[in-house]
């Protein structure tokens, strides 16, 4: 992440470089003739200079009342999440975090699409109509690799919602219009153009494909559409540049479109792929493979059992053409693959020692990966480790197997419990402790809010204590 602004709290004050003014009154000039070399102070086309302008006027604010109800605030509450070598959870009497965004209905039946960065932390999500209207949202699906999310509302009738567009279709100076709730000014109207597409390496998320735009977009518009001047949705927008004004970020709406079918569906994403380390062509790597141009990603490495073993892929090769679609970028080739159903066949173009070879072979399916396991004792604010000669002789302990506490977490049930850094664990519920993998287990087998009867040896003597099951 290279500061990317995504969170309303993160930020006082962001402007893009141009305004609608700014904008009108370049159409102004433009329609007037001031810009054709007019000479006579009187052009012939100023008679339609007000019309231009007032026909545009219209256009957006027509845009607003159709699109403006669709668009929703979000605000969500929930608790930290701590990285599982913190070993507990948010401490009891912690204010929750706080977080307000945007985002648009695209389902009457009350599907919203927006960011995953806006809701990946709730607990608790309201979402807010233009109308005052709230509703509990619950979360349908997430996508941290696209930062893409879908939830639902349940409303008695039906919702406004949005109509989808075609990001296809875009062009660098085409009209974009942002509507969200910048700084929680509810359903702010801004108005630019399309600054630039397929922006990528920007370090957002995994798979990048971004327009860029110079419509104004601020901490709270996040997970709030992109549209064109027909008000039709073509992007979700995502992130600003703390460097500069007027470099907004938005995913396009035809990426957006299939992440949302697959999570409404399936509530993940299904993703493919190939199997290879790939990198940049670049012009010395191109001359050292006496190659005339730098084109295509160069395979570093082939993962064993994967689809591109299978199919005959080499180090060395460099791809430069993916089921028709020629490769400049590792990010494209990445999205490719990823976009491509698990099973398809496709067609390779590569590299081989200077020569043009066709690979054919089949997309896999990628696994996520597994996570890993929530450390022993860490809930309860425990660090433990196994008990080793070096403990026994640094502790100047008299008991030769157990788990030894490292650490007890400032506030944690550990800590209320009395538990201290330097105790050993000998038993678990009447059970001797060998072992973290024990601990684990013997926890793993109990209620959430079960208490655990331990025996514990501190320095010459031993003890029973209650470890009491965590609390809020």
């Known amino acids: 992440m290279r500061g990317w602004i995504r969170r309303s709290d993160r930020i006082r004050d962001m402007q893009g470089s141009w305004s609608l003014l700014g904008w009108l009154a370049l159409l102004s000039l433009v329609s007037l003739g001031v810009a054709s070399g007019g000479q006579d102070g009187a052009p012939g086309g100023s008679r339609d200079g007000p019309a231009v302008l007032e026909a545009l006027q219209n256009a957006v604010v027509h845009i607003q009342q159709i699109v403006g109800p669709a668009v929703v605030s979000i605000k969500t509450e929930g608790k930290e999440r701590r990285a599982p070598t913190s070993g507990r959870e948010t401490p ?4 929750p975090l706080r977080s ?8 009457p039946q009350g599907f919203v699409l927006t960011n995953n960065h806006v809701i990946e932390r709730a607990d608790e999500i309201e979402i807010t109509l233009q109308d005052g209207r709230s509703f509990s949202g619950s979360i349908i699906g997430r996508d941290p690799k696209t930062d893409l999310a879908v939830v639902k509302i349940n409303a008695p009738s ?6 989808l567009g075609d990001s296809e279709q875009l062009q660098v100076g085409h009209w974009a219009i942002a509507i969200g709730n910048p700084f929680g000014l509810d359903h702010t109207l801004t108005v630019g153009v399309i600054s630039g597409i397929g922006r990528a390496d920007l370090g957002l998320s995994t798979f990048e494909d971004y327009i860029q735009t110079d419509a104004s977009i601020n901490p709270g518009n996040s997970g709030g559409p992109l549209l064109n001047i027909r008000g039709e949705v073509i992007g979700i927008n995502t992130a600003i540049s703390p460097m500069g004004r007027g470099i907004g970020f938005a995913i396009p709406i035809n990426m957006a479109r299939e992440i949302m079918r697959q ?8 993703r493919g792929f190939l199997g290879v380390v790939i990198q940049t062509l670049s012009e010395d790597l191109a001359g050292k493979f006496e190659l005339e141009e730098s084109t295509g990603v160069l395979v570093g490495d082939i993962l064993e059992g994967s689809p591109a073993e299978q199919g005959g892929l080499k180090r060395g090769d460099v791809i430069v053409d993916f089921g028709g679609r020629p490769i400049g970028k590792v990010r494209e080739l990445q ?9 398809t066949a496709v067609p390779l173009k590569v590299l081989r020692n200077r020569k043009e070879q066709l690979i054919a072979l089949e997309i896999g399916e990628l696994k996520d990966a597994e996570p890993k396991p929530e450390p022993a004792g860490s809930r309860f604010g425990l660090t433990l480790e196994p008990l080793t000669k070096d403990h026994v002789k640094q502790l100047n302990l008299k008991v030769g197997s157990g ?6 977490e400032t506030g944690s049930q550990a800590a209320r419990d009395g538990l201290r850094k330097g105790d ?10 060998t072992s973290l993998e024990g601990f684990r287990e013997t926890v793993g087998k109990l209620k959430p809010d079960d208490n655990i009867l331990l ?14 099951a965590p609390r809020g």
């Open 335 to 343: 999205r490719l693959v990823a976009e491509t159903p698990p099973g």
């Open 92 to 95: 009891r009497g912690e204010p």
């Open 263 to 270: 999570l409404i569906t399936n509530g993940r994403v299904v």
């Open 100 to 107: 307000v965004g945007s985002g648009v209905i695209v389902d």
């Open 455 to 468: 025996l514990v040896q501190r320095e010459d003597r031993s003890f029973y204590t209650i470890l009491h």
């Open 158 to 163: 039906d919702l406004p919602i949005a109509t």
């Open 403 to 408: 788990v030894v506490v490292t650490n007890v």
């Open 424 to 433: 050993v664990i000998l038993e678990i519920e009447r059970t001797p402790l």
